[in-house]
């Protein structure tokens, strides 16, 4: 073991953004055989009202269609993190991504906490920052912005 510091438990909230394909190379150097990343897709109930009385679509649909996006986006980074060896694990949670979050710190032990910058357009972009920025003022462990 080195004497650098280790983060054995990641967590990474994703949104399914062309900007987390290369979330792998950013981990590389925090990589140790005991480092497991947990990936999950947060589907924010609020997001998607505001996404179907914005495109006139059932929640159900937007939901729905949300969810595939999700799946596709876990699948993917979660076979990107294996070819490198990192264990893994997935999650889709629905809920309030905020508490979801702070939960899955406090249960799952998290070490570092991932936030990955994305476009701030759109629902989904004021969304996504509103929540980096309540969970940055309540957390005590590293976050690793990108």
């Given at each position: 073991?080195?004497?650098?510091?280790?983060?054995?438990?990641?967590?990474?909230?994703?949104?399914?953004?062309?900007?987390?394909?290369?979330?792998t190379d950013?981990?590389?150097?925090?990589?140790?055989?005991e480092t497991?990343?947990?990936?999950?897709?947060?589907?924010?109930?609020?997001?998607?009202?505001?996404?179907?009385?914005?495109?006139?679509?059932?929640?159900?649909?937007?939901?729905?269609?949300?969810?595939?996006?999700?799946?596709?986006?876990?699948?993917?980074?979660?076979?990107?993190?294996?070819?490198?060896?990192?264990?893994?694990?997935?999650?889709?949670?629905?809920g309030h991504?905020?508490?979801?979050?702070?939960?899955?710190?406090?249960?799952?032990?998290?070490?570092?906490?991932?936030?990955?910058?994305?476009?701030?357009?759109?629902?989904?972009?004021?969304?996504?920052?509103?929540?980096?920025?309540?969970?940055?003022?309540?957390?005590?462990?590293?976050?690793?912005?990108?």
């Amino acid at each position: 073991m080195s004497d650098r510091v280790l983060f054995r438990r990641i967590l990474i909230p994703i949104s399914g953004t062309e900007e987390e394909e290369n979330i792998t190379d950013y981990l590389l150097p925090y990589k140790t055989e005991e480092t497991i990343i947990y990936l999950v897709f947060i589907n924010d109930e609020t997001q998607i009202n505001q996404i179907s009385r914005v495109m006139k679509k059932e929640p159900l649909q937007v939901k729905v269609d949300l969810e595939e996006k999700g799946w596709r986006a876990l699948y993917f980074l979660e076979e990107k993190f294996q070819d490198l060896k990192f264990k893994s694990n997935i999650q889709m949670i629905s809920g309030h991504p905020v508490e979801i979050i702070k939960g899955l710190v406090r249960k799952l032990k998290i070490d570092l906490l991932v936030f990955i910058k994305k476009s701030s357009k759109g629902i989904s972009g004021r969304s996504e920052e509103k929540v980096m920025e309540e969970v940055i003022g309540h957390t005590e462990i590293p976050i690793l912005l990108i």
